[in-house]
Structures are given as C-alpha cells and as structure tokens.
C-alpha cells in the first residue's frame, strides 16, 4: 500500500514538472513611456525553454511589478515574427501559490519544445502612477510629476540580460536614480544592459521630470445607444471631465492667460474627439444649453469634433457635457432572419491618452428584442437588464446595462450583442397610432351625438324644437316656390301648342300641392308659436309674401291665356310679363332674406 502511495506522488510530481517546465528570458528590451500622464511599458523578450527541460510549454506566466499592480488598465501580449505579423495571445489573470501579487498566464500558440525560443511584445498601461509634485502650482509655474517604478522586468523566471529605456515628455528633469550607471540623452534615460537578473527581482526607479501634457481623466461617463430597425441608432454620451494635474494655486488671471503664451502650460484648452465616418446630427451641450465654440470637421474616415470647455481646466478643476449623434444602422446592424447582431464600439474616442476611471453602457434594443446575448473583447460587468419606455410603447423595450472601469484607449474595441427579433413586431407602432385615431375620432362622434347631461334643460330642448321646425320650414318654402317654375313651364308649353288642357292640368295641379304646403306651413307656424319662438312672425310674413307671388303667377297665366285667344296684343303681352317678372323677383328676393335670417 505504501509504495503505491509512494509511486502516485512520483506521478504526480513528474506531471507537475511537465506541466510548468523552468523557462528563462534570454533577452529582455524594457521601454517605459512617460511622456504622457499615462505609463506605457512595452518589454520585447526572447523566451526560452531551455534544453534539457522537462518538457514543452504550452504557456508561460507573467507577473506584474507589486507597486504598479494596482493601477493596471490594459495588458496584451503578441507574438512578433519576422515577417512582422503580431499575433495577439490569450491572457488569463491566475494565482501563484506561496506569492501575493497579480500573476497571467499566457497560452503560446504552440507548445514551445526544449531549446526553442520565442520572441514576445508585451505591453501594459497603468494609469494614475504620475503624481504631481509639487501637488499644487500657481498659474505660471510648470508642471513636474514623480514615476516610481521598477528598474528590472519583474518575472517569475530568471532573465540573462536586460536594458530599460525610459522615454520623458521633457528634457528638464529634476532627479533620477542612477543604477548601472545610466546614459541620458535629450528626454530619455538608459538603464542597463543587467546581466543574470534572479527572478522576482525590484529595485525602485524614481524619475522627477517636467510633463506639462493635458492630465485629463474621465472621471465618470455613460454611453447610451438606441437602437431603432427603422434606419437609425442615436448615441449620446454624458461625460464628467478632471483635470488631475497638480491642483491651481492662487487666483486665475483671464488676462494673463491670454496674454502669455506659457501661462497655464499645463491646462487645458480645447480636444479632438474622434467620431464614426457615418455620424450626422451631432450636439455638444450642458446643463445651461448649447456650446457654441465647438468645431466640427468631416474628413474621409472620420468625422472630428474640437471641444472646447466654457473655461479652461487647471488641475483640480471639473466640467461636465453631453455629445450625441446619429449613425445610419446598416452600418452596424446585421439580421439573419430573425437573427439580429450589434457590433459597436463599446467605448470610443473621446480624446488623446484618454483615461476613464468609471464606464457605463447602456444598449436599448427594440421592443421585443429576445435572447440577448452579449460577445466582449474583454471582461465586463453584467448588470440585471432594464425596461425603457418611449413613444408608442407597451411592455418596454429591453436595456442591457455594463459597467467596466479603468479604461484607456486599448479597450477601443467592438462588442457584439446578438437578439432574435420578429419582424412582424415592426408594425405593432404604426398600428398603434391608427388605433388611437381611430378611438379619437370615434368618441368624438359619441360625444356629439349622444346626450351625457344627467339633467334635461328646456331652454336647450327648446332650442332643438325649434332649429328642427325651422329646417322644415325652409324645405317646405324652397318646394313651393319650385311649384311656381313647374307651372311656368306648363304655361310656356300652352303658349306653343294652344292646347288648353295643359293649362288647366298645370293650374289645378298648382292649387293642390301649393294649398298643401301652404297648410302644413301653417302647422309648423303653430307649432312655433306654441314654443314661444319670435320666428313665428317671420313664417307669417313669408306667407304674405308667398300670396303675393301666388297672385302674380296666375296673372300672367291669364294674360297668357288672352294673348292665345287673340284677346291681347303680343307688345302689351311682353310689356306687362316684363313687368310682372321683375315684382315677382323681388317678393322671391324677399323670401329668400328672410330664410337665411332663420
């Protein structure tokens, strides 16, 4: 039983040996790039597995420096061959037992065999490593800051040789150390090379140097993206902007800094922020409005906007602003189908070395957006989804909400958020709207038509009684005078062919119709008398007037009649029906002004 114990703890060890072989950094090129108010590292190294080894290499670990740990923002590591093709590896943050630290481990796209090597870029950014000192500076002093490194490549493995360059924004520099006895040239300094270098070694590097670059950070900032299938994707970004710099001491002079070429040296007048090709309707504002000193260029792949803040910012200093624009979505939409997938930036240029301490994103889908899901370049904090509610809505439209700090301009990448839509859904708005017209105007129509008065009103009802007998009073005048031009008629076809029959069956079919008009005109008169109405005289005096025109008419008949028989003369026939025409004219104009006085 013992030496099968025995025997499994050999296995096992042999396991672990071939699993994490002893690797050495042959050869190591260090820059540290300090000339912005970020620290760029970049090491070149030549890893190798030694010969003899106990086995190949399917990845290496890599650790970072414990003082700059803290502040890391981004950290990529790429393969560099001879043909000058990077490719980019995966890094995996992971756990060294017995140190404390952050440690990664990196898969090699090969397994590196016993005496074969590998050529390797690793680049790290950290961020708020270069404090200003002194913190605080007047108007007209520069602005010097203090890095505080490492002067070796901190590994977990052994490295043979080493150089570390380390690149300055400026040539005035106050201090710095001076292991190995290093070369200074212009705004670099040279360490090195350091032969046979122990793994985990540390010697602190402190550099004391000009830098007057703009110390912007974002310090809080929200990314919100719309996302219409009718053609369109709104963006607008809410930006909390600081200037992190040594901190203004004393007053401000406007004058002095406008004046002076190198007053303020280290503050901040205006940026470039870099906008998709496709942007249009862009806005710049805050809480008091519009900012009208910003500039807007179109060029052939991007779109530049110049910001430029209501007022300079000196270190300490803080402002606030809204961008927004609109982007075709075609561009960054794709379906299959029912299969819709995103791709956007998930955060964009807002300016040069940007750093921001604290990133959120939200993307509204459509209503009916289903089975999200999102595709990172890198890690993000989910958040629980939200419900946003616009125009026309009914049950929301899904909000997918992300959360990642301690951004720089390296994590400029695409994410891609893949949804099922049904197109069918599209319609439900436009419907929507005809809906609702169609319940405006149909309750419009209930509303007129119908009586919601709990309690009856004679005046009203009155009123109704009498409009209603008034209409039928018009209609009863209008068809008796046209009673009139139908006998004119009968008389005209008497006058040419002299057959008296026609006259009489015209005349008697006039007093007929005419007498029961008349009388139930006359009804109708009552009626308005009986509800008090003063139209009643107005109905009694179209009565007199209608006798009158009556009394005419028949006139003229007979004189047709004479005129016929040879009784009367054709001259003194046309004299008396001109005559007669013009008062009958009259009484019908009458007539007619006294119906649209009713």
């Not at 540290?32 to 670990?61: C, I, R, Y």
């Not at 690149?167 to 090195?192: C, F, H, M, Q, W």
């Not at 899904?398 to 891609?416: F, G, R, S, T, W």
């Not at 005129?563 to 009458?590: A, F």
């Amino acid at each position: 039983m013992e030496s099968r114990l025995a025997c499994l703890f050999l296995l096992l060890c042999l396991g672990s040996a071939l699993a994490a072989p002893e690797l050495l950094n042959e050869e190591v090129k260090r820059t540290v790039d300090l000339s912005t108010h970020l620290a760029k590292v970049t090491a070149e190294l030549s890893l190798a597995n030694p010969s003899g080894g106990s086995g190949a290499a399917a990845s290496f670990l890599l650790a970072l420096d414990p003082g700059l740990e803290s502040h890391l923002a981004y950290l990529g590591v790429q393969v560099k061959n001879d043909d000058e093709e990077e490719n980019t590896l995966e890094v995996k943050e992971t756990k060294v037992k017995g140190k404390s630290g952050k440690f990664f481990t990196v898969k090699l796209p090969s397994p590196l065999a016993p005496g074969a090597r590998i050529r390797l870029s690793i680049e790290t950014v950290f961020t708020h490593v270069l404090q200003p000192y002194p913190t605080h500076i007047t108007q007209a002093e520069k602005q010097f800051v203090v890095f505080e490194g490492n002067h070796y490549f901190y590994s977990p493995y052994p490295t043979k040789s080493q150089t570390t360059r380390v690149k300055l924004a400026s040539r005035n520099v106050e201090s710095y150390t001076k292991l190995g006895n290093p070369s200074r040239s212009e705004d670099v300094i040279e360490y090195g090379p350091f032969k046979d270098v122990p793994p985990y070694s540390e010697d602190t590097l402190k550099v004391h140097y000009e830098n007057n670059s703009p110390f912007l950070t974002i310090t809080s900032m929200t990314r919100v993206i719309e996302v219409s299938h009718w053609g369109n994707i709104a963006v607008e970004e809410t930006v909390d902007l600081k200037h992190t710099g040594a901190v203004l001491k004393g007053p401000f002079s406007r004058y002095d800094y406008q004046r002076q070429p190198d007053s303020g040296i280290s503050s901040v007048k205006s940026f470039k922020t870099i906008l998709p090709a496709a942007a249009q309707d862009v806005y710049y504002r805050d809480e008091i409005g519009n900012i009208s000193t910003s500039h807007l260029l179109i060029l052939d792949d991007s779109v530049e906007m110049e910001i430029r803040p209501r007022f300079p910012l000196f270190g300490g200093w803080k402002t606030h602003y809204i961008i927004g624009y609109n982007l075709p979505s075609y561009e960054y939409l794709f379906n299959l189908g029912d299969q819709y997938a995103l791709k956007m930036r998930f955060v964009d240029h807002v300016f040069d070395e940007q750093v921001t301490d604290s990133l959120t994103v939200k993307i509204i889908l459509p209503e009916g957006a289903k089975n999200i899901h999102v595709d990172s370049p890198y890690e993000i904090s989910r958040a629980h989804d939200e419900l946003h509610y616009t125009y026309l809505d009914t049950f929301g439209r899904p909000v997918i909400v992300a959360h990642k700090n301690n951004l720089v301009e390296q994590h400029i990448q695409d994410i891609v958020v893949h949804y099922t839509f049904n197109k069918v859904l599209m319609l439900q708005e436009p419907l929507l709207v005809v809906g609702a017209f169609y319940i405006l105007f149909f309750t419009v129509i209930l509303y007129v038509r119908l009586d919601f008065s709990i309690t009856k009103d004679p005046a009203a009802e009155a009123r109704m009684k009498v409009a209603c007998i008034t209409e039928q009073v018009l209609t009863l005048v209008n068809k008796r005078l046209g009673l009139y031009r139908h006998f004119d008629e009968a008389v005209n076809k008497y006058k040419q062919s002299r057959d008296i029959s026609t006259l009489n069956s015209g005349k008697k079919s006039l007093e007929t119709e005419h007498k029961a008009l008349t009388n139930e005109i006359a009804s109708l008169q009552s009626k308005l008398k009986t509800e008090g109405s003063d139209l009643c005289d107005k109905v009694s005096e179209i009565q007199k007037l209608d006798s009158q025109v009556k009394e005419l008419v028949l006139k003229s008949s007979v004189e047709a009649e004479r005129l016929v028989v040879g009784k009367l003369k054709k001259d003194t026939y046309i004299e008396n029906e001109k005559l007669h025409s013009n008062k009958r004219q009259e009484l019908i104009t009458k007539i007619d002004n006294i119906l649209d006085a009713l």
